[in-house]
Nanobody
Framework: QVQLVESGGGLVQAGGSLRLSCAVS????????LGWFRQAPGKERDFLAA????????LHADSVKGRFTISRDNAKNTVYLQMNTLKPEDTAVYYC????????????????WGQGTQVTVSS
């Protein structure tokens, strides 16, 4: 069992930055990869980035590469998503998720999900 709690969402102006956090707990989460997804109203849930807890290998979606960066802090059991140069189209609910093994980009592969955090980018 893995528990995930996101934080750090909010309202930001276009061009600004936010850092989302995902606090991770559970007995075996070191065997997992952690991913970030987002879902805007009426749209599918989109993959953004993922990181393997052990070793730190990462995977980023082409759509956000260069603007969004995933990282982890082992000491704090926390995964981050640094988001720069935000655009109004980045407005969505952002989710943290966990999957066993290597980072994956398909939401249906993920076993555990957080409750989500709202990010709103104003123009």
């Amino acid at each position: 069992q893995v528990q995930l709690v996101e934080s750090g969402g909010g309202l930001v102006q276009a061009g600004g930055s936010l850092r989302l956090s995902c606090a991770v707990s559970g007995r075996t989460f070191s065997r997992y990869a952690l991913g970030w997804f987002r879902q805007a109203p009426g749209k599918e849930r989109d993959f953004l980035a993922a990181i393997r807890w052990s070793g730190g290998s990462t995977l980023h979606a082409d759509s956000v590469k260069g603007r969004f960066t995933i990282s982890r802090d082992n000491a704090k059991n926390t995964v981050y998503l640094q988001m720069n140069t935000l655009k109004p189209e980045d407005t969505a609910v952002y989710y943290c998720a966990a999957v066993q093994g290597l980072p994956k980009s398909q939401s249906y592969d993920y076993d555990y999900w957080g409750q989500g955090t709202q990010v709103t980018v104003s123009s």
